[in-house]
Nanobody
Framework: QGQLVESGGGSVQAGGTLRLSCAAS????????MGWFRQSPGMQRELVAG???????RYADSVKGRFTISRDIRKNTWYLDMNDLKPEDTAVYYC????????????WGQGTQVTVSS
């Protein structure tokens, strides 16, 4: 059974940086897209950043210019570099992957807490 394992969350002050990592293991097929979602208490889970197999990237408006998604195909790992963090970025962050374009997100990480203090 495949899984995604996240790492890199933590607590920082506003203006700080964090890097989240998501390592995929035991998943036999390539992904067409990988992404990072986040969810705050009482809020719906939202897509923060996504990267497709053709290297196309997209970002939520709230993080454009501050967050960068990237991937290392050899390591089957993708990353979210978060700069100039703001208190409103505080959330549980989840990585996800899907095998079909436009289809459901098939795999999810366990979630990692990011807390930004003012």
């Amino acid at each position: 059974q495949g899984q995604l394992v996240e790492s890199g969350g933590g607590s920082v002050q506003a203006g700080g940086t964090l890097r989240l990592s998501c390592a995929a293991s035991g998943i036999p097929f390539g992904f067409v897209a990988m992404g990072w979602f986040r969810q705050s208490p009482g809020m719906q889970r939202e897509l923060v950043a996504g990267i497709a197999s053709g290297h196309n990237r997209r970002y939520a408006d709230s993080v454009k210019g501050r967050f960068t998604i990237s991937r290392d195909i050899r390591k089957n790992t993708w990353y979210l570099d978060m700069n100039d963090l703001k208190p409103e970025d505080t959330a549980v962050y989840y990585c996800a992957a899907r095998k079909t374009s436009g289809g459901p997100w098939d795999y999810w990480g366990q979630g990692t807490q990011v807390t930004v203090s003012s």
